[in-house]
Every structure is written in structure tokens, then in C-alpha cells.
């Protein structure tokens, strides 16, 4: 092992058991233990995801309004405990590490070093990272920032920081300048916000939980809930309980999509499992688009054999593009969908028959659909499927993308976007008084771009770990040195915040569960989850040191450092009281927010709204769009008789 480079070796187990169960409290305990679990974290503990507690900031599934006692799964809760450990990494620690040293420690053991705990600045000459003060970190951004071009720096976000941090977030780069908003949604879920967009007129699922609750048939591709969105799992073993069939599509056998002992239920625990997938079926990597095609293929048949399959007054009032649809499966060659899927045809065709025979359908998918080269493309023809029988836009029914960071999806809400077109840039500009860029800014990718050919000038990361999480690794990582200001806005140690550029800060922040004291008292923060709802919440734990700032007032710090002064932009008014962050997100978007300050505290959130659910399509063509598969493979291409594919 110890020859094997830090970031290659596999501290993976083989495991046979369902997902849940004792292993799943086993593994919460040796968390737990190995973490110096108190009884601070425990009673914060059982404060997750509840009204007037603290929102989880492991994923973005929907928090009910009737939360169980403990609502939180095994991976919640460590990534609580994990955020309020006791180990501390500040600058005693960094007089004892160069940052070269550091670069040969896992990813792991870099963040069991605990939680950065003062402002530092990287010192090249010593090759360590130095305690500074606020003010001085906050002064020296700026003064860099100043002079540059600001079309040539990038402010990214990683998808945890609140609705508040998110709104500063986007007006500081649009004050100071840029566009430049790339989120960690350009990695993951992109394919939904701009595909599924030009479908249904929707960036975000149409479903809600009540729809969990009448669904007939959920089908899954390419979402690993077990690992990634576990409290999911009650949702589905509800689902099953009621006679709901599920169907799985993925390449793997994912143990959280075959069998569930509840660790929430005493009987489960003393033997019982439920079995999750009805169908679990191992496709080919990139054989949705081809599988998809199928089913609609079959769809076609029994509506001709038996009539009424089809939902012909829906397509008729609601969607352009059907007859080209239809065409193109009709056409569609039996034994070219058995070669993309790996699947025979007769299970293909059970499949759509059981499709066909289900009155109402959810589609959950995840990173298996959506980060293929041709993600967008069988995205289309999921939707599709859905919209021949309408299944788009009633109870019960609908598509669900499964978000992943806990507030990914409502940074895209409240103006994280490289796109203008969807922000109300006009709004912002009456509001603060300034002239908003109109350029189109950088992605993700286009970032690692121009971070390699030299055009990106500076990086600044509301979270993340950009150096691991983009493509092309080790080009980027090589060319980040020649940036001349990185500054890192962080929790826990990670490897980004060891390849250095020219000058190099890293700023501390508070996590969710501890409690953000302003002048004005403690402060809510509000995050939104996958189905779209919006929620307060409060962090009560004592900071893991004074000297740690919250994420607004740190936004707000540089920002101030950075800006000419504004009599309409108000930094210290803001983070004063975070309830005027939120009134000017209300001013912004006057219709979603309606009410923000009270109905975010209701429980279970409040409803962002979604025309798509109301069968009002917010598409070119006013109508759901039917698409055309341009080909059968989500690869992209045909692979060769001696090529194999890899998934991640
Ligand atoms: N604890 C914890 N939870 C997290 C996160 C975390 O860091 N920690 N991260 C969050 C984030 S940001 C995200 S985006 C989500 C990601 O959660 P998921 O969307 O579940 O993504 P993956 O873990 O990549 O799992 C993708 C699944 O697709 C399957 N797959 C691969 N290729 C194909 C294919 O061609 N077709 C089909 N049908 N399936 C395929 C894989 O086998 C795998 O089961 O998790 C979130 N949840
Ligand atoms: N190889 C590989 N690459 C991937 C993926 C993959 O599965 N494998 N997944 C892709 C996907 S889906 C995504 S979403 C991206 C994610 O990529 P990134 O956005 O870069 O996110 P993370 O790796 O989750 O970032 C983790 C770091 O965020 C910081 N952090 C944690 N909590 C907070 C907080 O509350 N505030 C602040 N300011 N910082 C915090 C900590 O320092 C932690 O080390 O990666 C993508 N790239
Ligand atoms: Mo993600």
C-alpha cells in the first residue's frame, strides 16, 4: 500500500447485506466513536431536517413536513459529525506540514485533520500556509482583485452554501463585473437544467413527495439512492409497501435498490428487509437512450393492438413532435436496441407493457443518465416516454431528477448561473443601482480551460475541491499554480487547497449545524431541496473556533475589500440581519418568494412552484417537446469489437 500513490488507494470492502440495517448504525457509530461523538452532536443530531432544526448538508433530498425522531440517514449523520468533529487544522497544524507533504496524504486523511480554523495565506519560501488576520486576508483579495480584468477571474460554488450566501455570492461577481458562475451543477446535473428545460420549460423535477405517495411504477436509471440520497429509501419502501412497482436500469447492482432493512423500524432491524426493485436490470453502460426506444417501441404495438394506451388528447393539447417520435421507434431495429441495452427484446417488451398498464409513473435518474456525452439526448427520450401517456403534469406522475449537494438546486435559484438569460439582470440593475454584465460567462469545463491556456487569471471557490472534482485532472492541476490569486472558502482541509498559485488564501467558514451569530442575534439560513422546496434553517452548536467566520459575512468581506462604495449595496446592513438578504431575493423574485420570511418556516418547506406541474410549458413552442434520439448509444458512438466502456 504504501507504494501506491495517496489519491489510488482503495479503502473499499466487499459487502453482501441490504443497505440500512446494523451496518448502516455500525457505521454511524464508528463515526461516532472514532470521532469523539458528544452529546452536543447528538442532540444536534436529532434536530436534522426538522422545523427549527438544521437542514443536512449531505444531499438535497426532500425533508418532510412529518419528519420521523430521527430524520436523518447513516450518511447525514456523518456528514454532521464528520462537519463538528473535535480534530482542528489550523496553524499549529501547518507549522508542522509543508503543503508538499500534505500533497502525499489521502483525501481521507486530509480531511480527518479536522476543521481549518483561521484565515491563512500559503508562504512559498517555507512552503506552509500562515495565520493572517481578517481584515488582512479580506484587504489583500481585494487589492488583487482590483486591478485585474474581472472577465478573467471565476467565483465558483460547490452547491451547500445557503440561498443567502448564494444571492451575495452572484451580485458580488455581477457588481464586481463577470458572469463567471460556474457551479458544481456544471459536473452533475447540467444535462436537467438545460435539457430538460427546452422539453417541459422546467430546469427541476415536476414531482413532489405526495407524488411518491400515488405512484404506480418509479423507474430508475442511473440513480444510486442507497449510497447517495439515502432517506430516499423510506420514501420507495413506502412506495413498495402500497403495491408500487419500481424498475431499476443500471449496469451495477446497487445494494440500496435491491433490499432495505430500516433502520428507523424495530421489526426491520430484528430480521425483516424490503426488497426495493421488482425488475432490477443490468443495461449496458449508455443503453438507456436504446432501452428507451424500445419501451416506447412497445407502447406503440399494444396502443395499436388494444387501443387506449396512448394519451392522444394530451399530445394533442400539449406537445408538438409526436408523429416524428413514433416514426423513428416503429422504425427502430429490435436486434440494434438488444446490442446497445445488453437486454433481450421479450424483457424490453415486458417492460413497456408494464409501463402501458401503470396509471401513473415517476422517472428518478441520476449521474448514470445524465453524465454520458449524450446525457440531454436520452433525457429526451425519458421525457418521451412520459409524455405518451401523460405522465407529465398529473398526480402521481412526473420526472425526478435527483439533485446531489444540499442546495445545488436553489443556487440556480437565487442567480448562480454563467448565464444571464436566467437571472433578471434588469431587476438587479434597478435594485443596486449599477450596470449588470451581459456576457455570457465561464462553465465548469470552460474554467479547467482556461485555467490550462492561461486566460483564467483567478479562481475564488465558495466550496469545493475543484482541482479533484473537474475533468482532466492532472492538466488542471498543473496549470493551477499559474493562477495569481486562488482563494479558497472552505470547512475541512481537501487537495485543491495544496496546489497553490501565486498568492493563496484560505478562509474558514461555519458549517450548517453551528450557530451564525450576528448583531442582530443568531441567524436562519434557507436552502431548497430536489423537490423543490424551500427551508429554513437554524445551526444551534458552538462554532468550532471564535476565530471562524460565517460564509455571508466572508462573501461580504471580500466584497467590500473589493467594491467601490454603493449607497443601494449594504454589506454590513445584510449580514447584520440575514432577513434583509432574503427580503432583497423576495424583491428579485417577487412571486416564488411570496412570503419568504414565514413560509419558510412551515413545515416541510414551501413550494417553489413549477408551471411544467401545472401543464403550462415554459418552452419555445409552448408545447412539450417530443425529440428525436439522433441515434441509439448515449456514448455518443458504436464502440469497436476490442473497445469496453468504464463507468464511474
Ligand atoms: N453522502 C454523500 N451523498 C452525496 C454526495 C456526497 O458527496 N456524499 N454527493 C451528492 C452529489 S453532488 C451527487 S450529484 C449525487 C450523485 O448521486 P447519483 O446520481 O446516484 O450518482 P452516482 O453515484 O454517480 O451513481 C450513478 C449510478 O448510475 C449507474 N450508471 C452508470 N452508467 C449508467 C448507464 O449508462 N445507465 C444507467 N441506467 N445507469 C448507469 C451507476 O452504476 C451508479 O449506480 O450524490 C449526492 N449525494
Ligand atoms: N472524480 C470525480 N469527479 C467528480 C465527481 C465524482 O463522483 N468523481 N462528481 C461530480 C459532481 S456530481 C459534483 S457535484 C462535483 C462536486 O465537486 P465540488 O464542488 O468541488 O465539491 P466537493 O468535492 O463536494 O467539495 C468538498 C469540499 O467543500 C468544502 N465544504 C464542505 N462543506 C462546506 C460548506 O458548508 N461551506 C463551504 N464553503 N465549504 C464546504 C470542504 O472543504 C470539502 O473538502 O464533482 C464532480 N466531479
Ligand atoms: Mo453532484
Not at 440495517?21 to 461523538?37: N, R, T
Not at 387506449?308 to 408523429?323: K, N, P, Q, V
Not at 401523460?390 to 449537494?405: C, F, T
Not at 491556456?453 to 479562481?459: F, H, P, Q, T
Request: with cysteine; net charge negative.
Amino acid at each position: 500500500m504504501a507504494d501506491t500513490p495517496a489519491d489510488q488507494r482503495d479503502d473499499t470492502a466487499h459487502f453482501d447485506g441490504p443497505a440500512g440495517g446494523w451496518g448502516s448504525l455500525e457505521g454511524m457509530g464508528h463515526v461516532a466513536g472514532a470521532e469523539g461523538l458528544t452529546l452536543d452532536m447528538l442532540a444536534t443530531l436529532r434536530r436534522q431536517n426538522k422545523n427549527d432544526g438544521h437542514m443536512c448538508t449531505s444531499c438535497a433530498w426532500a425533508k418532510p413536513a412529518n419528519p420521523h425522531i430521527v430524520e436523518f440517514c447513516e450518511n447525514g449523520a456523518k456528514a454532521t459529525i464528520w462537519d463538528l468533529v473535535k480534530a482542528r487544522c489550523g496553524p499549529d497544524f501547518m507549522a508542522e506540514h509543508t503543503v508538499s507533504e500534505l500533497r502525499g496524504w489521502t483525501d481521507l486523511e486530509l480531511e480527518r485533520a479536522g476543521r481549518l480554523t483561521h484565515p491563512m495565506r500559503y508562504d512559498a519560501a517555507a512552503d506552509r500556509y500562515v495565520e493572517i488576520d481578517w481584515a488582512t486576508a479580506f484587504a489583500e483579495i481585494g487589492a488583487a482583485l482590483k486591478p485585474m480584468n474581472p472577465k478573467d477571474t471565476v467565483f465558483y460554488a460547490s452547491g451547500r452554501a445557503s440561498l443567502e450566501t448564494s444571492y451575495l455570492w452572484q451580485l458580488f461577481a455581477r457588481l464586481y463585473g463577470h458572469n463567471n458562475l460556474p457551479d458544481s451543477s456544471n459536473m452533475c446535473h447540467e444535462t436537467t437544467s438545460v435539457a430538460l428545460a427546452e422539453f417541459i420549460g422546467s430546469s427541476v423535477g415536476t414531482c413532489t413527495l405526495e407524488d411518491f405517495e400515488h405512484c404506480d411504477l418509479m423507474l430508475f436509471l442511473g440513480q444510486n439512492t442507497g449510497s447517495n440520497s439515502p432517506r430516499f429509501l423510506h420514501n420507495l419502501q413506502k412506495a413498495k409497501e402500497r403495491g408500487c412497482r419500481i424498475i431499476v436500469l443500471n449496469p451495477l447492482r446497487e445494494t440500496g435498490l435491491l433490499r432495505f432493512r430500516n433502520p428507523q423500524r424495530l421489526t426491520q432491524m430484528l430480521g425483516g428487509v424490503t426488497e426495493i426493485a421488482d425488475h432490477y436490470l443490468q443495461i449496458r453502460p449508455g443503453g438507456d437512450m436504446a432501452l428507451l426506444t424500445g419501451m416506447t417501441k412497445r407502447v406503440l404495438e399494444l396502443d395499436e393492438a388494444e387501443g387506449g394506451i396512448i394519451d392522444r388528447d394530451f399530445i394533442a393539447e400539449h406537445t408538438t413532435g409526436f408523429e416524428d417520435v413514433a416514426a423513428h421507434a416503429r422504425a427502430a431495429d429490435w436486434a440494434e436496441i438488444e446490442a446497445h441495452t445488453g437486454l433481450a427484446r421479450a424483457v424490453i417488451e415486458d417492460l413497456g407493457t408494464l409501463y402501458a398498464r401503470a396509471p401513473a409513473t415517476i422517472a428518478v435518474y441520476g449521474m448514470g443518465l445524465t453524465q454520458h456525452v449524450h446525457g440531454g439526448k436520452t433525457l429526451g427520450a425519458l421525457v418521451n416516454l412520459l409524455l405518451m401517456r401523460g405522465n407529465i403534469g398529473r398526480p402521481g406522475a412526473g420526472i425526478s431528477p435527483v439533485r446531489g449537494h444540499s442546495n445545488v438546486q436553489g443556487q440556480r435559484t437565487v442567480g448562480i448561473a454563467e448565464r444571464p438569460e436566467l437571472v433578471p439582470l434588469d431587476k438587479l440593475a434597478q435594485m443596486f443601482d449599477f450596470d449588470p454584465p451581459r456576457e455570457t460567462g465561464r462553465t465548469t469545463v470552460e474554467v479547467a480551460e482556461g485555467v490550462i491556456d492561461g486566460s483564467v487569471r483567478a479562481v475564488l471557490s465558495l466550496g469545493g475541491n475543484l482541482v479533484r472534482a473537474m475533468p482532466d485532472i492532472a492538466r488542471v492541476e498543473a496549470a493551477w499554480g499559474g493562477l495569481d490569486l486562488v482563494v479558497n472558502i472552505a470547512t475541512k482541509l481537501n487537495r485543491t487547497h495544496l496546489v497553490p498559485g501565486r498568492a493563496t488564501y484560505l478562509l474558514p467558514c461555519l458549517v450548517r449545524a453551528e450557530e451564525d451569530e450576528q448583531t442582530s442575534g443568531p441567524q436562519y439560513v434557507s436552502v431548497e431541496d430536489s423537490l423543490s422546496h424551500i427551508h429554513a434553517s437554524l445551526g444551534t452548536i458552538t462554532p468550532a473556533a471564535p476565530s471562524i467566520l460565517s460564509e455571508p459575512s466572508i462573501v461580504a468581506g471580500i466584497a467590500k475589500a473589493t467594491l467601490a462604495p454603493n449607497p443601494k449595496v449594504r454589506w454590513d446592513d445584510w449580514i447584520a440581519d440575514y432577513a434583509r438578504i432574503r427580503a432583497l431575493i423576495e424583491e428579485t423574485w417577487p412571486e416564488m418568494f411570496r412570503d419568504y420570511e414565514t413560509r419558510m418556516h412551515a413545515p416541510g418547506g414551501f413550494y417553489k412552484g413549477n408551471k411544467a406541474r401545472e401543464r403550462v410549458w415554459k418552452t419555445d413552442s409552448g408545447k412539450a417537446q417530443f425529440t428525436v434520439p439522433p441515434q441509439l448509444s448515449g456514448l455518443g458512438r458504436d464502440l469497436g469489437d476490442d473497445e469496453y466502456t468504464l463507468i464511474t
